[in-house]
T-cell receptor, first 114, second 113 residues
């Protein structure tokens, strides 16, 4: 069965510090991978998605970046965090499996920028 | 116009009642449709998927899809306090650039004991 891992679970960082969040998927090959952010009381905002190694699409211009160094690894980074980067960061995966093409979420990382 | 729209609620129902959650989507080429349950502080959990018109039942949950009206609903029968959560509606469109998903902002459901 497929499993998705995210770490760390919680993170408190000062403004201006760097960020690296990691996501790995087990039990599937060539997944589509996604990074979302959910601000408190808000909906899901798609940040990045990837259809393969080294292929990243950015949905929202910001001070965040993403990389996919391996098929089942997706990393979210920032060189300098802003207060507005606080939120719940969710990694998700899907595969092309018609007719459903379901998407599944990891446990998330709660980031607080002070 | 938003891709996916839901009433934000809050929706309150007594224990044992039927909870009805509704969602509309704007793009007719949307191909599959999902309901996620999200407990406070947790990540979304997929509870129902549907891609063809009509009803799909799984235990106490029934998803209903009407593509002509671009409408998806979720019925929860015999609602329990443990069903209290935010329910997210999502739609999928397949593209050359991969699977695209669009989410509503969620409906908050409270089941009152």
């Amino acid at each position: 069965s497929q499993t998705i891992h995210q770490w760390p679970a919680t993170l408190v960082q000062p403004v201006g510090s760097p960020l690296s969040l990691e996501c790995t998927v087990e039990g599937t090959s060539n997944p589509n991978l996604y990074w979302y952010r959910q601000a408190a009381g808000r909906g899901l905002q798609l940040l990045f998605y990837s259809v393969g190694i080294g292929q990243i699409s950015s949905e929202v211009p910001q001070n965040l970046s993403a990389s996919r160094p391996q098929d089942r690894q997706f990393i979210l980074s920032s060189k300098k965090l802003l207060l507005s980067d606080s939120g719940f960061y969710l990694c998700a995966w899907s595969v092309r499996a018609p007719p459903y093409n379901e998407q599944f979420f990891g446990p998330g990382t709660r980031l607080t920028v002070l | 116009q938003k891709e996916v729209e839901q009433n934000s609620g809050p929706l309150s129902v007594p224990e044992g009642a039927i909870a009805s959650l509704n969602c509309t989507y704007s793009d007719r080429v949307s191909q599959s449709f999902f309901w996620y349950r999200q407990y406070s502080g947790k990540s979304p959990e997929l509870i129902m998927s549907i891609y063809s018109n009509g009803d799909k039942e799984d235990g106490r949950f029934t998803a209903q899809l009407n593509k002509a009206s671009q409408y998806v609903s979720l019925l929860i029968r015999d609602s329990q306090p443990s069903d209290s959560a935010t329910y997210l509606c999502a739609v999928n469109r397949r593209a050359n650039t991969g699977n695209q998903f669009y989410f509503g902002t969620g409906t908050s459901l409270t089941v009152i004991p």
